[in-house]
């Protein structure tokens, strides 16, 4: 009977509720798989350098005039951002910080800037990747930017206002992706996008916070 | 019998050596316990803004000018680095600039422009802090910074040149200091600065390397 009266509880609680949720990045490989899948029950706003909503994310003017033209959010999805890959001999201070001003902080601007638009319980998802744990040639930049944007994520998830929750998705190497990479990632398994967008599905429609989510 | 060859090996590869370690941040806390430490043993360039040797680890043309000045040496330790610690609330992009450009990019560039200055097999030991795994209210800016400081060097190690080792040591709340964060590490233990500095001389006089030496 307890059982019973909490399954009713979580029905209540929006889950099946239509939100509306604004994902950057959605032409990229995963972007376009998370729009594929959160799609199905919820209105997507596409934002991106190529979409209808036009978004830099290393531009902090260009987040705020999106959020603006947008309005109100339920939820955040981030699946954009470059960093420079290089050998390590031939990487210097100003070849780090293309990753850190866009990548790490392109994300974090979208929660710092985002906070204001999204609702009360309203969500942030971010996205690093593989580069956190294990290590390639040429791969630091991304190490170092994927490290911090999980951190700063297991980080934010106790401050965040309004019962805000903010997660990110650790993928590994997309198999759609595979042909581009294959070389510096000889023998990493790959994961499908739509095995990926899952995670985000599970953290736009799930109640958990600070987690890093790895889908390898 | 085979023990015992193997001892004389160790002896015999450097173990008793003096080496010439350069220790940035030497007049703090951690670097003064460091410098008690390796200098029982070593000789020691003690290097910071108010060192013997200035350096101001945020400006690259300064970290060069050091290098310039000492020569040629077998060890560097990194003990300085400065974030912006305040509620997420308060937080904007140009506060988590701070911590990034500083004790990020300034380990980092501590690295990059002194691996031409250490010799063959010689070694850098960086220091992050236990935010990079636990998390406080203030805390984001830190824990970014320390989680992408700790991912750089594992990615790092890969790629050193000339047989180069990088570790990172990753601190508790260290005793001496405890009076300062008190109330905002409450609940937390401490760890005496004489023992985190046992982790540097295992960087330094040890063979490992990529290691993520947390001392809590």
């Known amino acids: 009977m307890r059982w019973r009266v909490r399954l009713l509880d979580c029905e209540s609680n929006g889950k099946e509720t239509e939100m509306k949720i ?40 260009s987040i705020k005039a999106a959020y603006e033209k947008i309005g109100r959010l339920d939820a955040v999805v981030v699946a954009a951002g470059s960093v420079k890959f290089a050998p390590l001999a031939q990487m210097h201070a100003a070849d780090y910080e293309v990753g850190l001003m866009n990548k790490l902080m392109g994300q974090v601007n979208l929660v710092l ?18 580069l956190d744990s294990e290590f390639i040639r040429g791969g630091t930049s991304a190490s170092m930017v994927n490290g911090g944007l999980n951190t700063f994520v297991m980080a934010a998830a106790i401050e965040m206002p309004r019962g805000q929750r903010i997660n990110i998705v650790s993928p590994g190497v997309v198999a759609e992706s595979q042909d581009d990479y294959e070389s510096d990632f000889r023998g990493f398994e790959t994961v499908p996008a739509a095995r990926v967008a899952r995670a985000f599905a599970k953290s736009v429609e799930g109640a958990q916070t600070g987690q890093v989510y790895r889908v390898v």
Request: no cysteine.
């Open 113 to 130: 800037i985002g906070r204001d638009y999204v609702r009360e319980g309203g969500s942030f998802t971010l996205t690093s990747g593989i």
């Open 22 to 61: 604004l994902v950057v990045g959605a032409s990229g490989v995963i972007g376009s798989a998370v729009v594929a899948e959160l799609g199905k029950r919820h209105d997507i706003v596409a934002a991106g350098r190529s979409a209808s909503v036009r978004l830099d994310i290393s531009d902090g003017a």
